[in-house]
């Protein structure tokens, strides 16, 4: 049974560029987290997803960051014109449902120069 | 809000050893998890022990097992026998049973293993 797949593991991207990052959860489950971790940091929650639906986005910055989480195909992070300060590791995690376990994923890195 | 302390920036322990990472958590509901998380140098989060806040009895998995005391908000992960491959940056976090059981995760501690 696969884990949580996340691609691409490295990214770069200059300043003002778009960065996609895409998470397949496991297989079974449809409740799907981003979190984001800054160098020396905790992870933060960005946004909880579920089949289609936005759910939580509370940790979402309000401008250039977008999530979802189509009826088929991996769960999509987007980030618009990135800046320096959007240089993270970015994990996903995804569950079976709201009260089961996490399960991350091996994070993108992303490095804006 | 949950907010989550880890005081502890570093550890270090003797291969074999015991050591104990702290943690303290605030929250005003009940109902809740309580997870440690280990991230060694791949990056990758690992689920250590997770414990019910309804739950009395400490969590235990092999080596490790944890200290819950609920009144004082403090959950404590114990490793014992402690082994080069223990080391790493270990998270405590917490999640709400009702709601989005969205993580919220302390700063961290990197645990060093002594040989």
């Known amino acids: 049974n696969a884990g949580v797949m996340q691609n691409p593991r490295h990214l770069v991207r200059r300043r003002g560029q778009e960065a996609r990052l895409r998470c397949s959860p496991m297989?079974?489950?449809?409740?799907v987290y981003w979190y984001r971790q800054l160098p020396e940091e905790g992870l933060k929650f960005m946004v909880y997803?579920?089949?289609?639906?936005?759910?939580?986005e509370s940790g979402m910055p309000k401008e250039r960051f977008s999530a979802e989480f189509p009826k088929e195909g991996p769960s999509i992070l987007r980030i618009q014109q990135v800046v320096r300060g959007d240089s993270a590791a970015y994990f996903c995690a995804s569950s079976r449902s709201r009260e089961d376990e996490q399960y991350f994923g091996p994070g993108t890195r992303l490095t804006v120069t | 809000a949950q907010t989550v302390t880890q005081s502890q920036p570093e550890m270090s322990v003797q291969e074999a050893e015991t050591v104990t990472l702290s943690c303290t958590y605030d929250?005003?509901?009940?109902?809740?998890?309580l997870f440690w998380y280990k991230q060694p140098p791949s990056r990758q989060m690992i689920l250590v022990i997770r414990?019910?806040?309804?739950?009395?009895q400490n969590a235990t998995e092999n080596r490790f097992s944890v200290n819950f005391q609920k009144a004082a908000k403090s959950f404590s992960l114990k490793i014992s026998d402690s082994q080069l491959g223990d080391a790493a940056m270990y998270f405590c976090?917490?999640?709400?049973?009702?709601?989005?059981?969205?993580?919220?995760f302390g700063q961290g501690t990197r645990l060093t293993i002594n040989p």
């Open positions: 297989k079974g489950h449809s409740h």
């Open positions: 929250t005003s509901e009940s109902d809740y998890y």
């Open positions: 976090a917490m999640g709400l049973i009702q709601g989005a059981q969205k993580l919220v």
């Open positions: 997803l579920q089949k289609e639906n936005i759910i939580d």
């Open positions: 414990q019910e806040a309804y739950k009395q």
